[in-house]
């Protein structure tokens, strides 16, 4: 939510467990299978040497050194250097000159270096830079066959297959569990005796539409042509954006309000756990997670999830799984 009341309104807890929640199933299709493949046949594709010029997405050895009134500038000499072009590995002035040459060449092209470099004695000058390119390697044509599956660390094509289906029903699954669980919160926030603040539910709304507002206007588009394309009125919108804030805070009272009932704690390991965690699925040092996320928010989405993990461990689940 954009604001909360300062001081969170008293609730009562109405029923929430035992609660009916229809938990739906993405099956896995071998479609789905297939194109995965394809895609880890295109990735891991191997290059092999050709004679036709380098052009975007084909991988270059090479060696590059610059030079400033035909003297080496000193450490501009990089040797054997491989790269995938199109990666944005190369400066782009040395990718578009090694593009149209083929292995075995040598070449200069000129650089200008911006007034303001980092290395004064460079600032505006216009250097010579050559490029020795030294191989110029093609992906093959991407086979999905047994020696894929073997490069991936799979003794067959079918068990490589097998992984894949496996992975992707357990992502279906867990996406069921995330999507089931919400709906449990949210029918446990509507369960609650609570007295939800007009203020501040008020004000929520009338952001979101002026939201709204602000982007349709970036397009170019009123709210006007915008509600009757939708068959809505700007009083309708601002209507759903409110009950859309009442029923996230209810979600969000919900939490702690459980989580005392049910005594769901979050202890001071987990929380590091979970610091840990984060910093290796954004691949940043675990330092500035903790500088960017408070210790108390981080036990709060915890406790979030415990809670929503129990409302579903305590419902009544009718498991689906759709049709393809």
Aim: glycine share 4%; hydrophobic share 40%.
């Amino acid at each position: 939510m954009e604001q909360t009341a300062n001081a969170l309104p008293p609730v009562t807890l109405g029923q929430y467990k035992g609660l009916p929640v229809t938990r739906r199933v993405r099956p896995v299709t071998e479609a789905a299978v297939a194109s995965e493949l394809k895609s880890l046949a295109r990735r891991h594709a191997p290059f092999c040497a050709t004679s036709a010029p380098a052009a975007r997405g084909m991988r270059v050895t090479l060696d590059f050194e610059g030079f400033l009134d035909g003297a080496p500038i000193p450490d501009s000499r990089m040797e054997q250097v491989t790269v995938t072009l199109g990666t944005a590995q190369l400066m782009p002035a040395a990718e578009q000159a090694v593009y149209g040459h083929c292995a075995g060449e040598t070449f200069r092209f000129d650089f200008t270096y911006p007034d303001e470099f980092r290395v004064p004695e460079l600032s505006g000058k216009t250097a010579q830079f050559e490029i020795c390119l030294h191989t110029v390697e093609q992906k093959q044509e991407p086979t999905v066959d047994d020696a894929l599956a073997q490069r991936l660390g799979f003794a067959t094509l079918d068990a490589l297959r097998e992984s894949i289906r496996a992975k992707k029903a357990a992502s279906h699954e867990a996406n069921a569990d995330r999507l089931a669980e919400a709906a449990l919160l949210d029918l446990a926030g509507a369960n609650l005796t609570v007295e939800l603040p007009a203020a501040v539910l008020d004000q929520n709304a009338d952001h979101a539409l002026q939201q709204l507002k602000d982007k349709l206007s970036r397009s170019r588009f009123s709210l006007e042509l915008y509600c009757q394309a939708n068959n809505t009125t700007p009083e309708q919108l601002r209507a759903g954006y409110r009950q859309d804030a009442a029923r996230r805070m209810r979600a969000m009272l919900a939490v702690p309000a459980i989580a005392q009932a049910e005594n769901i704690t979050v202890s001071n390991e987990e929380v590091d756990a979970e610091y840990a965690h984060l910093a290796r699925l954004h691949g940043n040092p675990e330092e500035e997670i903790r500088r960017v996320l408070a210790r108390d928010a981080v036990a709060a989405a915890l406790t979030n999830q415990k809670v929503q993990r129990f409302l579903l461990d305590h419902a009544a689940v009718t498991s689906i799984v759709e049709k393809e």
